[in-house]
């Protein structure tokens, strides 16, 4: 089994800056690719930024500019830096991974526990 463990959240005012760290544990053969989704009350969940194995990436519309995401040196961990926060940023980020386990031929998606962003205005 494969599991994420996502940290950095917290409440930041209007303009301010987070971090927010993901990292993947367990019976991994492959990563294929990580990013961050997140969910406001009320709201389906959304993706906010994908990187792949090749380091290839892809930003929502809302936050191009904004969040920059990356992997760590770790193949297995991947970060985002939230700059210029904004009070619709609010929602619980969520890590996500595409990988193949050990022993499998199959791509699962995992998913983290999520960490609460808070911005106020």
């Known amino acids: 089994q494969v599991q994420l463990v996502e940290s950095g959240g917290g409440l930041v005012q209007a303009g301010g800056s987070l971090r927010l760290s993901c990292a993947a544990s367990?019976?991994?053969?492959?990563?294929?690719?990580m990013g961050w989704y997140r969910q406001a009350p009320g709201k389906q969940r959304e993706l906010v930024a994908v990187?792949?194995?090749?380091?290839?990436?892809v930003y929502a519309d809302a936050v191009k500019g904004r969040f920059t995401i990356s992997r760590g040196n770790a193949e297995n961990t991947v970060f985002l830096q939230m700059n210029g926060l904004k009070a619709e940023d609010t929602a619980v980020y969520y890590c996500?991974?595409?990988?193949?386990?050990?022993?499998?031929?199959?791509?699962?998606?995992?998913w983290g526990q999520g960490t609460q962003v808070t911005v106020s205005s």
């Open positions: 996500n991974a595409r990988a193949v386990q050990l022993y499998s031929v199959n791509e699962n998606v995992y």
């Open positions: 990187v792949t194995g090749g380091d290839s990436t």
């Open positions: 367990g019976s991994i053969f492959r990563i294929n690719a």
